[in-house]
């Protein structure tokens, strides 16, 4: 008898450790698939040490502002995601009192802007229109990657602001300018990590026409398309093929966002940039390039990696459309351009 209870003893042991290794097993194979989801690079955010505080909003005692309302304000549009982070909007924040809480931060942003091939001849303009309105009395620096460094042209700029020029190679197909913007704005933050806050990408053919200022400041920031603001799921053009890294299924997605403009703070950029320029290369050595090449692997991420802000299509209009009712602003916008004219292929 005491032989058999010391066997169901042992049956039981034995049972409860595989069952234990049974779970670990799973566990790590769900993991493992997450990751295969995801495509973090094993060292993703290990770093998370950061120079300036969203947290922190402090705000001088005795400023004169309009007192905020919590039950009158725009109800055109949704200022927030489902999962709590502000879409901005004009009216949905007092200008003043943003820049009373992050002026004293002596934030530092960074820019970067692509001027490639015939793209050069939209540096001049948009350097001179970013001076007028982009985080006016900040500092900024403009990074300009160009394979013409002799023609970047003279603009004047006010203090605490710069700009610095990098040599990139041209190429043949617009396609990879683009998408190896990401690989070459990985390298720059790698460079200059610790001498900036935050960073936005922009693309070169586009005007500022109105104030970008420190409301666009958080880790994460992703800019609403123009195009696609108000389609459902199924009319977003996000990449459909499973085979690519960048696949997005009928069912996903909150937005789509713009590859023409997206920014937060050094350390989650980076992060992003360095995804999504992995997952572009492995693509491409399976032989498949998504469907908006970076703008479709930037989706991807921004999907599973939810944007901290987001960005109402007043920071990346287009000229040719049609201003809608709830754009009351347009602060940068794309100029219409002759493609054939312009890219090196069509
Ligand atoms: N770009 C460039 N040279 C090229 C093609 C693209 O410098 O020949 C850069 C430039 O900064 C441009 C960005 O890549 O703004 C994205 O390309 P484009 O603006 O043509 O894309 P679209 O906004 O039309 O989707
Ligand atoms: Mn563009």
Redesign the pocket.
């Known amino acids: 008898m005491e032989r058999l209870t010391r066997r169901a003893a042992a049956a039981s042991l034995l049972l409860t450790l595989l069952l234990g290794m049974l779970y670990y097993i799973t566990q790590s194979i769900r993991v493992e698939s997450l990751e295969e989801v995801t495509k973090i690079p094993a060292d993703g955010r290990s770093d998370t040490h950061s120079r300036v505080s969203d947290v922190r909003l402090t705000s001088p005692d005795h400023l004169q502002y309009k007192q905020p309302s919590v039950v009158h304000g725009r109800t055109d549009v949704v200022s927030v995601t489902p999962w709590l982070a502000p879409v901005v909007w004009e009216g949905t924040f007092n200008p003043v009192l943003i820049d009373s809480i992050y002026k004293p931060q002596n934030v530092s942003v960074a820019v970067t802007?692509?001027?490639?091939?015939?793209?050069?001849m939209?540096l001049k303009s948009f350097l001179e229109t970013m001076e007028q309105y982009f985080f006016v009395g900040f500092n900024v620096h403009v990074y300009v990657?160009?394979d013409q460094p002799k023609d970047v042209p003279e603009v004047r700029v006010a203090a605490g602001r710069q700009l610095t020029v990098r040599l990139v190679p041209?190429?043949k197909r617009?396609q990879e300018?683009?998408a190896r913007?990401m690989e070459l704005i990985q390298v720059l933050i790698e460079e200059t990590l610790h001498h900036h806050d935050y960073i936005f990408c922009?693309?070169?053919?586009?005007l500022f026409h109105g104030r970008w200022g420190a409301e666009s400041l958080g880790g994460l920031v992703a800019v609403l398309h123009p195009g696609y603001y108000k389609d459902g799921r199924s009319r977003l053009p996000f990449e459909r093929r499973p085979q690519s890294r960048a696949y997005m299924a009928p069912e996903d997605g909150d937005f789509y966002y713009c590859?023409?403009a997206f920014g937060g703070s050094l350390q989650e950029v980076h992060l992003l940039t360095k995804t999504c320029r992995y997952n572009f290369e492995a693509d491409a050595r399976e032989g498949i390039e998504a469907a908006?090449q970076e703008?479709s692997h930037l989706n991807r991420y921004m999907w599973i990696h939810k944007p901290s802000k987001v960005l109402s299509p007043e920071y990346l209009w287009q000229d040719f459309a049609r201003r809608n009712p709830e754009i009351r602003i347009i602060r940068f916008s794309?100029i219409v351009?002759n493609?054939a004219d312009?890219?090196?292929n069509v």
């Open positions: 802007v692509f001027a490639v091939g015939k793209y050069i939209f990657f160009t041209s190429s617009w300018i683009s913007r922009l693309d070169v053919d586009a590859g023409g908006w703008e794309g351009k493609y312009i890219r090196p």
